[in-house]
């Protein structure tokens, strides 16, 4: 499967923005689908998944409450809706998929798919 993050820019601190992955070559409905970010001299680091059919999420402690995950499989696409953004939220955001499985996790080891990444910067 193929993804491709879209929806970066720069926002204000406060403001909202919406990512979102655009998959194909595959069945999009039967894989979890995660976002990751890596902030500037940072590692990797887990923000939010879906599972296959939306019913399960999962959220770094940080954007619960002011992220948000979903998908529409009709569409092929997940979104990662962020709101309130502060400018720790800045970083390239990822999203991935674990084609192996409609359940999800929070592990990035279990993602075998990756998109390109997209930036965000939130100015204070």
């Known amino acids: 499967v193929q993804l491709q993050a879209s929806g970066g820019g720069l926002v204000q601190a406060g403001g909202s923005l919406r990512l979102s992955c655009a998959a194909s070559?595959?069945?999009?409905?039967?894989?979890?689908v995660a976002w990751f970010r890596r902030a500037p001299g940072k590692p990797r680091e887990f923000v939010s998944s879906?599972?296959?059919?939306?019913?399960?999420?999962y959220y770094k402690n940080s954007v619960k409450g002011r992220f948000s995950i979903s998908r529409d499989n009709a569409e092929n696409t997940a979104y990662l809706s962020m709101k309130s953004v502060k400018p720790e939220d800045t970083a390239v955001y990822y999203c991935?998929?674990?084609?192996?499985?409609?359940?999800?996790?929070?592990?990035?080891?279990?993602?075998?798919?990756w998109g390109q990444g997209t930036l965000v910067t939130v100015s204070s």
């Open positions: 879906i599972s296959g059919s939306g019913v399960t999420t």
């Open positions: 991935a998929a674990d084609t192996s499985t409609a359940y999800t996790t929070t592990r990035e080891e279990d993602f075998d798919s």
């Open positions: 070559g595959g069945s999009f409905s039967r894989y979890a």
